[in-house]
């Protein structure tokens, strides 16, 4: 039950920004779990959700669920919403977008819009959920037009 963690670990070592085999879904989440709030909140300000920048409110929510997260619970799963805010934390810390087909339908896009590191490229992870699973569809490097996977590609 660890779809969402595996999801995201692929996708960040598809996109460059980890190594492969340098986290696990339990280490992630221990990982961002204990980032600084205060640093995790700067890193979520450059995410905007379907064209729209987070209010002060809901980075607070987003560090405090965030926090929330239990690493010795992880497998058994994480339930994603329209608003995320895993996926926002993800999305500002490693510098990545994600585009997000939540449940096969509603199309929800983070998008990462600060500065990259060193020789960095934009990436964007695709992914699809249904009510009891995610899985990352694809990695595109350098998007010209971030978009969500369409529907058709969703039933694959």
Known sequence: MTCVWDGLIKGLVNSGRIRAGSYCPRTLATYMRTRDPRVL?????SVTVNGSPL????????????????P?????????STFDPLLIAVCGWFRV???HLFLQTYPILYRYTGALCGGERRAQLNCVSTSSHFAL???TVNPRN?????KSAAGR
């Open 41 to 45: 909140t700067l890193c979520a300000k």
């Open 55 to 70: 209010t002060c409110q809901q980075l607070d929510e987003m560090c405090e669920a965030v926090r929330e997260i239990d």
């Open 72 to 80: 010795a619970r992880v497998s058994e799963g994480y339930m994603c």
């Open 97 to 99: 977008s994600i585009a």
């Open 137 to 139: 569809q694809s990695v």
């Open 146 to 150: 971030s978009e969500c996977p369409n």
